[in-house]
């Protein structure tokens, strides 16, 4: 569309990253606009970033169209001013104040993990949680604080199981808010399978049990705790988290962004 400032997406509904793309734009000190195609295999609705990986991959696509870069903080800021985010644009484990957009600490990363995911169906809106999401008791705040700290520990040591101890503990002060129907059924499953531990999407409908990659038992495990959720309603997958070992943490997100120049 040359001429115009006017950024068109499809599908039309990922209106936020057609908003990232225009300040993404002007950042790049360009006043056109252009057409803007979003492919994403992330489910939208069950608190996996869905959102948040649109706008990064939006930003990346933006810097490529026009012959920029963008670093992560320059993606944190555009961010800021739509909506709650997730620190996605980082490439690393971090500490991230997902309400005001700001990187608290960068953490490191972790060996790779097994996640065998269970959906307990339906949606969340994250904006809607958020805004609806009642104050933490100062009990609840300061055992979060020290689960942060431990985390932190944890991930500096590449200690898996002290991961696991933290991510079980979270997803259970997050059921108090977030309910979850199946987090006692697959609290069972993890020690029945010797997995590490379980990790919830905190503003989302996953749940997913945590398998050490490198355990000799892995598959086993694995197949052991697939079985275990098939019996419950729901979809369930395996996925597999980056690790620190040969995995490459700046793979971009599938977008395409044509921009048109005027002449």
């Given at each position: 569309?040359p001429g115009?400032?006017q ?22 000190g ?8 979003v492919h ?16 990064v ?11 920029t ?9 555009l961010?800021r001013?739509?909506e709650?985010s ?29 996640i065998?995911?269970h959906?307990?169906g339906g ?5 809607h ?9 100062d009990?609840?705040r300061?055992?979060y ?10 991930v500096r040591d590449?200690d ?6 933290v ?8 059921a108090r808010?977030?309910p979850?129907r ?7 499953l993890t020690?029945?399978?010797?997995a590490?531990?379980?990790v919830?999407?905190?503003s989302?409908?996953v749940l997913g ?6 355990d ?7 197949e ?9 309603p729901?979809?369930t997958d395996?996925?597999?988290?980056l ?16 921009h048109h120049q005027?002449?």
């Open positions: 569309m115009t400032t950024v068109d997406v499809h599908p039309a509904h990922k209106w936020k990253a057609a908003r990232i793309a225009r300040s993404a734009l002007r950042a790049a360009v006043l056109d606009g252009g057409h803007l195609t994403s295999e992330l489910p939208e609705g069950k608190g996996l970033a869905s959102s948040s990986a649109d706008l991959a939006t930003a990346r696509a933006v810097a490529a169209a026009v012959g870069h963008f670093r992560a903080e320059d993606i944190e800021s961010m001013e739509i709650p997730d620190g996605v644009m980082y490439d690393e484990i971090v500490s991230f104040d997902h309400r005001n957009v700001r990187m608290r600490e960068r953490l490191g990363a972790l060996p790779s993990m097994i065998v995911a959906d307990e949606q969340v809106d994250t904006v949680y958020n805004e609806a999401a009642g104050a933490h008791t009990e609840e300061h055992e604080a020290r689960l942060l700290m431990t985390l932190g520990g944890a590449g898996l199981a002290a991961v696991g101890r991510a079980t503990r979270s997803a259970e002060l997050n808010r977030n979850r199946y987090l006692g059924e697959l609290l069972r020690k029945e399978v010797g590490l531990g379980v919830c999407a905190h989302g409908t049990i945590l398998i050490d990659h490198a000799t038992d892995a598959a086993a495990k694995t052991a705790a697939l079985a275990g959720c098939a019996a419950l729901g979809r395996v996925h597999r988290s690790g620190h070992e040969d995995d490459d943490w700046s793979r971009l997100g599938a977008l395409h962004l044509t005027r002449m």
